[in-house]
């Protein structure tokens, strides 16, 4: 465990379903991402929250919509979507201000195929 | 973003120790440079970071060429748990962490 929860750790849904995708930390952490990794491509990053605050949104389809209710959860709520957003979701968490130096615990990620 | 250039694979033998090689050319004065690895089926840890000085910790070694255009992530004994990709990332302060595609290293037993 690295303190950084992603549940399910895998799911199957069709192109009409509308699912969520949870993450939770315990690590005190004020930063909280998600990053999309396919088949043979480098990780993307998706969306950064601070202090519940999104700050960051890297032209992501509508379709996938995020949500921040505190510091410490992350969701990620899917509906419509496409086969080619089959991927390993990964949520991590970081604590941003400080020195600055501090790096990003990942959870183990959600195995997502759409079907 | 300050890009960095890395070895798309590398194989090393079980107990022997293993140079990760990164090229970061372009590094400003401010960046750090961080070391991420991802074991299969698995998110990305943490492995060590440094700014200028060479830094040790339990899990590695990362040595930082003077001029910073360099930099080499050391695992002094690899075993088959330390099979995984391997990320070089420069990275300010607070900045968003991006990676790029890392060096895939296989461990042969």
């Known amino acids: 465990e690295t303190g950084v929860t992603q549940t399910p750790r895998h799911l199957v849904m069709g192109m009409t379903n509308k699912k969520s995708l949870k993450c939770e930390q315990h690590?005190?952490?004020?930063?909280m991402y998600w990053y999309k990794q396919s088949a043979k491509k480098p990780l993307e990053l998706m969306f950064v929250y601070n202090f519940k605050e999104q700050t960051e949104n890297n032209s992501v389809p509508s379709r996938f919509s995020p949500e921040c209710p505190n510091s410490s959860h992350l969701f990620l709520h899917l509906h419509t979507l496409q086969p080619e957003d089959s991927a390993l979701y990964l949520c991590a968490s970081s604590q941003v201000g400080g020195r600055g130096l501090d790096g990003y615990t990942f959870g183990s990620g959600t195995r997502l195929t759409v079907v | 973003d300050a890009k960095t250039t890395q070895p798309n694979s590398m194989e090393s033998n079980e107990e022997e120790p293993v140079h990760l090689p990164c090229n970061h050319s372009?590094?400003?004065?401010?960046?750090?440079i961080h070391w991420y690895r991802q074991l299969p089926s698995q998110g990305p840890e943490y492995v060590i970071h440094g700014l200028t000085s060479n830094v040790n910790n339990r899990m590695a070694s990362l040595a930082i060429a003077e001029d910073r255009k360099s930099s080499t992530l050391i695992l002094h004994r690899a075993t088959l748990r330390d099979a995984a990709v391997y990320y070089c990332i420069l990275r300010d302060r607070d900045d968003k962490i991006i990676f790029g595609k890392g060096t895939r290293l296989h461990i042969l037993p």
């Open positions: 372009t590094i400003s004065g401010t960046d750090y």
């Open positions: 690590l005190g952490h004020n930063a």
